[in-house]
């Protein structure tokens, strides 16, 4: 149904002031003052008063839910259409992780078909901690090309539940992902769960120096999982490098709004940043004194609640805390119109109260969520 949003106070996430956004079928057609259409059955929402941004991207996320790490019992359950659209996420890129073994690439892609049968925008990494790679397919190459929602490959470096590859190992994964990129029109990305250990960057580091343009390729997470990793993530994004700050979980030593003005601070372009969730993995949960009682699923509104805190603790403008979970994201991922608002880009916008509360959400031109009513659920949830 065509929809007309009118007199939003536009962020797209550059701010636009008071404008009116057109939408029909899955795209926005036009962006600006006064507009008018007539359209059949088109919806017109009055938004005066919200704030318009492009729905929230997050580009790591355990959609069929990850944990396990202490038996079974510790398996976190999959993420729900309902929570997504809670939190704003129209956009979302699922991962494997630990568990190596009960979580399975063909679950993972099913899952990324529902969500975007369900209205979502949705894609994938292929393979999981380890190396060799998993793989849909027969290869990593065949999985990038033959795969539309695959868009690159997940492992672990430096961390104890990973496998530890050679810096040529690395090297050689990265230039099956790099041709495969260019065969399928893709970036073709290695996304790096960067464990403790500091030797990431130097295989990194070895990398470049064979000439191999590995930063436009490799896209680490949790890199505020330590001082000293925070350290080596904020050179590799000041040389050009993209890096990611995990807003859930124990990833992360410090609030992630704190990681991103720190690294603003230390000189970091705010383009090579993004947030991203880390939801539906498994967090510790310790009791008043400390003491560890037991696990906690990640929220899927890490990245919105971060945004919050950069605006209203830190003073980050508002147009560039959206950035980190909109347009960077897209732009990282090579997804050209998707994370912005302007004509003919995906029909994916958030609707805010001036608190940054999400109150409609449009994905796909579907209303999802009107009035701050969620409107569209998952076929068995309650
Ligand atoms: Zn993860």
């Avoid at 003919?344 to 209303?367: F, H, T, W």
């Amino acid at each position: 149904m065509p929809l007309l949003i009118k007199n939003a106070h536009v962020y797209a996430p550059c701010p636009l002031g008071a404008v009116d956004i057109l939408i029909a079928a899955d795209r926005i057609l036009a962006v600006g003052k006064n507009l008018t259409a007539v359209l059949p059955e088109m919806e017109t929402i009055d938004a005066t008063g919200l704030i318009a941004t492009p729905g929230l991207f997050d580009l790591h996320m355990h959609v069929i839910g990850g944990g396990g790490v202490n038996g079974a019992a510790t398996r976190v359950p999959a993420a729900e259409l309902s929570e997504l659209i809670a939190a704003g996420t129209t956009h979302v890129a699922g991962v494997l992780g630990t568990d190596v073994i009960s979580r399975t690439l063909p679950d993972l892609l099913a899952k990324i078909h529902a969500l975007n049968a369900c209205g979502l925008n949705a894609w994938m990494y292929t393979s999981n901690y380890r190396y060799p790679p998993s793989t849909l397919t027969k290869t990593v190459m065949d999985d990038l090309i033959c795969i539309p929602e695959c868009l690159g490959v997940k492992i672990a470096l430096g961390d104890l539940f990973g496998s530890f590859p050679t810096m040529q190992n690395i090297l050689s994964l990265l230039a099956d992902i790099r041709l495969a990129g260019t065969l399928a029109g893709k970036i073709g990305l290695l996304h790096v769960h960067l464990g403790d250990l500091l030797s990431t960057f130097d295989i990194f580091d070895e990398i470049e120096r064979q000439g191999f343009p590995l930063k436009k390729h490799v896209l680490p997470t949790h890199c505020g999982r330590s001082p000293q990793i925070f350290e080596r993530a904020c050179a590799f994004a000041r040389a050009g490098g993209m890096i990611d700050f995990t807003t859930g979980g124990g990833c992360a030593c410090e609030p992630a709004s704190v990681s991103v003005m720190r690294a603003l601070d230390a000189g970091v372009p705010l383009a090579q940043i993004t947030l991203s969730t880390d939801a539906h993995g498994a967090k510790p949960r310790f009791d008043e004194n400390g003491r560890m009682t037991g696990y906690a699923v990640i929220d899927v509104a890490g990245n919105l609640q971060q945004v919050k805190a950069l605006v209203g603790e830190h003073g980050l403008a508002l147009q560039s805390a959206l950035a980190l979970v909109t347009e960077n994201p897209a732009r990282h991922l090579g997804l050209a119109g998707h994370g912005i608002i302007c004509p003919n880009a995906a029909a994916s916008v958030c609707l805010m109260s001036e608190d940054l509360d999400p109150k409609y959400v449009i994905s796909r031109g579907q209303v999802l969520m009107r009035n701050g009513d969620i409107i569209v659920k998952g076929l068995y949830e309650k």
